[in-house]
């Protein structure tokens, strides 16, 4: 039975209802999952979750705040986002975020472990922009930041959201941080690869492809797009105006978000075999930003069967 345990939490928007109503579920039926976790780790939405689980909240709170005050924040977007411009209004996401947490409270006073990636867009330090892995090891240079603003930093997608405190969302690097926990377990907590067990749990697998031919593909510019020749715009990897509904509106951004998602599971599973366990149940092709998505995600989490799931839990768990 492995000994030291973590929970990663993927990205992904509003969709991070589904992952939350999943670990209700999962606490409901294993009462010791949070108390026996040793490290939460969250990217984007997910950092929310980690970070609230870490500071003591349960579960079923964080998912009512989530619902009460979370996805109102994605209710108001601006006409043409995110093709031509920021598509939703900072305001709302900031201060719900705030909001759900003492205004004092930093890394350093958090009960259990934490990685967060985020991406910085200018490290005075490196002279460049550069990756950044939140985290409240012994050691951390990180221990003094506060909890709001890592989640932010973490939060700040590009193309939907503004950056905050020059940094944007980590799903730039990975939109499930599992391997980026697994390599804090063994780094930082001396921890060995058999004594490790991750519970990965994502925001739905949408059935997204690119069956077309891409020949001759570039990125769209606004410069040259007028709204009335929008019907006109040749298919691009910036944004595919004629898709299916399994096609991807941001062909080049949402190609890089699933695909470290796909990547990280691989790669952890390698690192862990039957140690990691992915729950992320297939999903339509709904929006991340879309907040009337809330009730059927909440559906589809309390359709999935767990069972498999439980069975890792009591494995590992106990």
């Known amino acids: 039975m492995a000994r030291y345990r ?4 993927d990205g992904g928007g509003t969709l991070g209802a589904l992952s939350l109503q999943l670990l209700n579920r999962l606490a409901r039926q294993k009462p010791q999952l949070i ?17 609230a689980l870490a500071s003591g909240r349960s579960p079923k709170e964080t998912l009512q705040y989530f619902r009460d005050k ?10 043409g986002g995110p093709v031509f411009n920021q598509q939703l209004p900072y305001s709302g996401f900031i201060e719900a975020v705030e909001s759900f947490f003492p205004p004092d409270l930093r890394l350093k006073n958090l009960k259990k472990r934490i990685v967060v990636p985020s991406f910085q867009l200018f490290s005075p330090e490196l002279n460049r922009w550069t990756p950044v892995l939140f985290h409240n090891y012994p050691g951390s240079p990180y221990l003094n930041e506060k909890v709001s603003d890592v989640i932010l930093r973490s939060s700040a997608a590009p193309a939907t959201q503004r950056a905050y405190q020059n940094y944007v969302d980590g799903f730039v690097i990975t939109t499930n941080p599992s391997t980026a926990s697994i390599s804090f377990a063994v780094d930082k907590a001396k921890q060995p690869l058999d004594q490790i067990a991750v519970l990965s749990i994502g925001t739905g697998e949408a059935p997204l492809q690119l069956r077309r031919d891409t020949k001759g593909w570039g990125m769209v510019s606004a410069d040259n797009i007028r709204p009335e020749n929008l019907n006109n715009l040749p298919p691009n990897w910036g944004v595919l105006f004629d898709r299916s509904p ?9 190609l890089v978000s699933n695909g470290t998602s796909y990547y990280e599971s691989m790669v952890s599973s390698q690192l862990l075999g039957d140690r990691f366990f992915r729950l992320n149940p297939r999903i339509p092709n709904f929006s991340k930003t879309d907040p009337s998505v809330y009730p059927a995600l909440i559906e589809i989490a309390n359709n999935t069967n767990l069972l498999p799931a439980i069975q890792f839990i009591g494995e590992n768990w106990n």
């Open 70 to 79: 979370i996805l109102p924040a994605y209710s108001v977007s601006r006409p």
């Open 35 to 51: 108390r026996q976790t040793n490290v939460f780790a969250g990217n984007s939405i997910g950092s929310f979750t980690a970070l």
């Open 6 to 9: 973590i929970i990663s939490f």
């Open 246 to 254: 399994n096609e991807p509106l941001l062909p080049f951004l949402q």
